[in-house]
C-alpha cells in the first residue's frame, strides 16, 4: 500500500482590559501543561489551532512562543481515540488513528490501519514530543506526515482580546537541516526565540513546515522526537533528549510531592477529585527567589497574584504550609514602598498582581507590578498568624515582622483614607481596576436597586478581613514581646467588630450589606460575600445563624453550590462572572466559616454540592467559576465559557472543605492536632491522612464515620505529637 503526498460590561479578573468572547472554550476540552514560567495549551489531539478563542498556544512568562503546532497524516487530520493528562498531571498522552487515506479516489491505507501515539510534556522552558506510529496491517506502508507551525508572539493581553496599534518586528527566520529558529523584537528591544528541534532530520523542512516520508513495516513502530524550545533574556531552555528530560521534570515533580500529607477516603470518586486537585496545585506551583508560589490560573492569570496566592496558602496550609512561607516571603519581598498612582501602589501595601511580557514592560497595561487589590494587605497579615499557628516558626515571623507592621499602618492609613475605621479602596489610574475586591468585574458592586455603588467602597468582607489581621497580629506582637502592641491590636479589632455591625447589618435581609458607597450608604444586596464574614469571625453569634440560613436556601444554593448573587437580585445573572456564578473557593471559605461558628451540617452540603461537581467536569478539575443555574437531577454543572482551568485557589477548595468539615485544626507551639466536632458526609466512610507533620513529629490518621459521630484513630506516631478530639 502506498500513499503520497464582549460587548456590555467586561467579566473578568482585569476588566478594563476587555476580553473578548468570539468564540466558546467550553465546548472544546483543553489539555493545558504548565512549569514554572511555561504553560502550553493543546487541543484534545495535541495541536495548536487558532480555533475557538484562540488562546492555544505555547507561552512563557506573558508571550506567545508557538501560535500554530498542527499534525496531518497523508494530507488528513488523524482521528481521535483518546486525550488525557497523565494523573500526576505531567504527560499529555494522545491516541490517534488514521481515517481512510485516499489515492485518486480510492481507498489506498484503509481506517484503522495506523496507530499514533502522542506524548508531550515541559521542562525548563522547553516542549517535548514524541510520536510512535505503528503499522497494524500485513504490509508495509509508506505514508507522508506533515507538521506546520508558527510563532506570533502574541502577548497575553493581545490573545485575550486587547488590540495593539504597534508591534514589535518578526526577524528573518533561521532553517538549518533539523532547526527552525524563529526570532522576534519587541518594543521593549527584547530578543525572543523559538527553535523548533526535529529528530529524525525532516525530508522537507522550511520557515513554516517539516515533511517526512516514513515506511512503516508491519508491526515495527517508527518514532518521531519534537522539541519547541523559548528563547529569551534569562531563559536556560533545557535540550536533553526526550527521555533524560522526563526523567528531570519527574524527579522535580516528586520532590514537590513530598513536602506534602497524602490523603485517600472510601470513595474512589472523592480520591480522583483529591488527586487531580493535589496534582493540579503542585502544577501551579512555580519556585521564586523567595520560595513557591501557586501560579493563580492557566490561561489567564499565570501569574503571582497577591489575593490569589494568599487564599490558596490558606486553603492547603494544614497539608502543607511551605506554600504559605513561599508566599509570605514573596509577598514581602515585592512590598509597595512609595507611592506610585499608575501602579496604585502605597507604602505597605501588598500586591495585586506581577505580569511579564512586552505589554508590561512599555506600560501599555498596568499590571507589571501592580498594588490594586484592597484585601492583600490584611489577607497578608492573617496568613502570617496561620502560618505561625500551623508551624510555629518564630524565625521566619521575626524575618517579616517589619512587613507585617507596614501592612499594618497601610490599613490604618491608606487603607482608611477618611478615617472611619474602615478599609476602602478607589483606584488611582484610570488603567486600574475600578473595582478593587475579589469580585472585580466593573458591575459587581450595587445597590439593591441595580445602580452601581460610587467609591470610595468599602467591602463587608474586606472588614471581617481587617478584623482577622488585627487578631493574628496581636497574637505575633505578644508572642515577639511586644505586649503594648499585643493590647492595642486586641483593642481595635473588638472595636471595629462593634463598628461592623453597627454600620453593615441589614435585619431585612438577614445578612450584612454588600458594601458602603462613599456616602457610607449600604449596598442592601444578599452576596456571597458576607459568608466571608462567618471565615474571618468578624460576624456576631446572632447573626452568623441568619447568614447560614439564607446561604443555604434556594435563591443562593444552586445545589451545586453557593451563588455570588442572590437569585432575585437587581444584577443577578446566573451567567456573570461575579453577579450569580459559582465559585469553588468562595464556596470553601463559606464553608470554613459555616464550621466556625458550628454550622458543620451547612458545610457538608457545600462539600456535597462541589463534589457532584468534580465528578461531572473535564479531567474531574473544578474550574475557576461555573454558572449559577440550578441542579437538575441527570443533569450537569453548567460551564463558563472563559473559567480558567486549573485555578489554584479552585484546585485547593476541596482541602479546606475537609478542614471544615472534620474541625481540624494544628497548633504547632502545643505539638498539637486538633479536632472540633468532627463531621464526615454520607459518601464519606473513612478519611486516611498520611505523613501529617507538624515541626518534627508527623503522624498517620484513620478519621471513620459512625451514625451519630466521627472516630479519630492514630494509625502511626513519631515524635512528640498529641492528637486532641473535642466532641
Known sequence: MTVTGKSGEPNNHNHDHYELIAADRASEFSRVLKQGDTFAIFDCHGDVLSTGMGEQGIFHEGTRFLSRWDLRIGGTRPLLLSSTINERNELLAVDLMNPDLFDEHEVHVPKEALHMFRSKFLWRESCFERIRITNY???????????????????????????????????????????????????????????LSFSPEPKRLSDAEASFNLELRPGEPVTLYFTVSCEC?????????????????????????????????????????????????????????????????????????????????????????????????????????????????????????????????????????????????????????????????????????????????????????????????????????????????????????????????????????????????????????????????????????????????????????LALDGKKRPCRVRSSNTGHCLFSGIASREHAAQIAGELLSPRFFSGWGIRTIAAGEARYNPMAYHNGSVWPHDNAMIAYGLARYGFTRQAMEILEGLFHTAIAVDLHRLPELFCGFERHAGLHPILYPLACAPQSWAAASVFYLLQACTGLFIDARKNQVRFNHPSLPSFLDEVRIKNLRVGSASVDLLLKRYPSDVGINVLRREGELEVVVVK
Not at 174 to 183: A, I, K, N, Q, T
Not at 250 to 278: A, M, P, Y
Not at 367 to 375: A, K, L, P, T
Open 233 to 513: 533574556e534569562g531563559c536556560d531552555p533545557s535540550h536533553a533528549a526526550y527521555s533524560a528530560a522526563f526523567a528531570q521534570a519527574g524527579k522535580f515533580s516528586g520532590e514537590l510531592r513530598d513536602d506534602q500529607c497524602e490523603i485517600t477516603t472510601s470513595n474512589d470518586q472523592f480520591n480522583v477529585w483529591l488527586s487531580r486537585s493535589s496534582d493540579d496545585l503542585l502544577m501551579m506551583l512555580t519556585r521564586t527567589p523567595q520560595g513557591l508560589y501557586p501560579y493563580a490560573g492557566v490561561p489567564w492569570f499565570s501569574t503571582p497574584f497577591g489575593r490569589d496566592g494568599i487564599i490558596t496558602a490558606l486553603e492547603m496550609i494544614w497539608i502543607n504550609p511551605q506554600v504559605a512561607k513561599g508566599v509570605l516571603a514573596y509577598l514581602a519581598h515585592n512590598q509597595a514602598s512609595e507611592v506610585s498612582p499608575g501602579q496604585d501602589a502605597e507604602p505597605g501595601k501588598i500586591l495585586h498582581e506581577t505580569r511579564k511580557g512586552e505589554m508590561a514592560a512599555l506600560g501599555e497595561i498596568p499590571f507589571g507590578q501592580y498594588y490594586g487589590s484592597v484585601d492583600s494587605t490584611p489577607l497578608f497579615v492573617a496568613l502570617a498568624g496561620a502560618y505561625f499557628e500551623r508551624t510555629g516558626d518564630q524565625a521566619f515571623i521575626e524575618g517579616i515582622w517589619p512587613n507585617i507592621l507596614k501592612a499594618l499602618q497601610w490599613m490604618d492609613t491608606y487603607g482608611d483614607a477618611d478615617g472611619d475605621g474602615f478599609l476602602e479602596y478607589a483606584r488611582h489610574t484610570e488603567e486600574g481596576l475600578i473595582q478593587q475586591g475579589w469580585k472585580d468585574s466593573s458591575d459587581s458592586i450595587f445597590h439593591a436597586d441595580g445602580s452601581l455603588a460610587e467609591g470610595p467602597i468599602a467591602l463587608c468582607e474586606v472588614q471581617g478581613y481587617a478584623y482577622q489581621a488585627k487578631r493574628q497580629a496581636a497574637v505575633l506582637a505578644g508572642i515577639l514581646g511586644e505586649t503594648g502592641l499585643e493590647a492595642e491590636l486586641d483593642a481595635r479589632a473588638v472595636n471595629l467588630q462593634e463598628k461592623f455591625q453597627q454600620a453593615f447589618w441589614c435585619a431585612e435581609l438577614s445578612n450584612y450589606a
Open 137 to 195: 496491517t500485513r504490509e508495509p506502508i509508506r505514508i507522508p506526515i506533515n507538521l506546520t507551525f508558527a510563532s506570533d508572539y502574541k502577548d497575553i493581553f493581545e490573545v485575550r482580546g486587547t488590540r495593539r496599534s504597534r508591534r514589535g518586528k518578526l526577524l528573518e527566520t533561521e532553517v538549518g537541516r533539523s532547526e527552525v529558529l524563529f526570532r522576534y523584537r519587541g518594543l521593549d528591544d527584547a530578543m525572543r526565540g523559538t527553535r
